[in-house]
């Protein structure tokens, strides 16, 4: 068993989100998310099935959740559990860095 590095294996260029699975169980799921630059879609929302627990690691984001005008800014180290259900949208993840996102799913 050889260890891995979240930071590694990163595309470059990175036209959209890469979305990796790194973990799977029953009762949850861990992703790896790495953003540059990118955002959701005008008059995207993201509604899941799933609560979401997200800290950031590295770079920067704003997310935009239901409910709240505000939109949230996020540094390395920042996290958050976002229900099921509670619409959000990423607003905005840094356009000169990666941003690096750990992503626990659980029901």
Do not use: C
């Not at 990796?20 to 099935?49: C, K, M, N």
């Not at 935009?64 to 559990?81: Q, R, S, V, W």
């Not at 607003?91 to 799913?105: C, K, M, Y």
């Amino acid at each position: 068993m050889n260890p891995q590095n979240i930071f590694q294996e990163i595309p470059t260029p990175l036209p959209e989100e890469l979305m990796e699975t790194l973990l799977t169980r029953e009762e949850f799921r861990i992703e790896r998310i790495v953003s540059h630059g990118h955002a959701s879609p005008p008059d995207f929302w993201y509604d899941q099935e799933e609560s979401e627990w997200v800290i950031l690691l590295s770079g920067a984001a704003r997310l935009t959740l239901e409910g709240n005008p505000k939109p949230i800014h996020l540094a390395p180290g920042d996290y958050l559990n976002i229900p099921a259900h509670l619409r959000h949208r990423l607003e905005w993840t840094h356009p000169d860095q990666d941003t690096v996102w750990l992503v626990v799913f659980y029901k």
